[in-house]
Nanobody
Framework: QAQLVESGGGLVQTGDSLRLSCAASGRTFSDYNKGWFRQAPGKEREFVSGITWNGGRTYYIDSVKGRFTISRDNAKDTVYLQMNDLKPEDTAVYYC???????????????????WGQGTQVSVSS
């Protein structure tokens, strides 16, 4: 069964760093565009960052620019989200997704993604 598996979440303090990983299982996703989304309690799922299949372009929401970095290693079929200077408002379940979005607006739309991971919890204490 094709799936994406996230890891790397945890409980940290304000200003700390975490690196999330999303590995492919059951099939290859190396030719898919990827995205990271997050969902906080009581809120809608929110786009965080996206990357084209070859890593040539990346996208971020304004609130994480300069703090988060998305990258991918297609040889390992894994996408990463390096999160620095974490803030309490970053607390959420983080999901990775694979699909065929095209253009910055499309990357922000969850319906453009066909495959989703189960999520990993990131909690940032003040």
């Amino acid at each position: 069964q094709a799936q994406l598996v996230e890891s790397g979440g945890g409980l940290v303090q304000t200003g700390d760093s975490l690196r999330l990983s999303c590995a492919a299982s059951g099939r290859t996703f190396s030719d898919y565009n990827k995205g990271w989304f997050r969902q906080a309690p009581g809120k809608e799922r929110e786009f965080v960052s996206g990357i084209t299949w070859n890593g040539g372009r990346t996208y971020y929401i304004d609130s994480v620019k300069g703090r988060f970095t998305i990258s991918r290693d297609n040889a390992k079929d894994t996408v990463y989200l390096q999160m620095n200077d974490l803030k309490p408002e970053d607390t959420a379940v983080y999901y990775c997704a694979a699909g065929r979005p095209a253009g910055s607006v499309s990357y922000r739309n969850p319906s453009e993604y066909n495959y989703w991971g189960q999520g990993t919890q990131v909690s940032v204490s003040s």
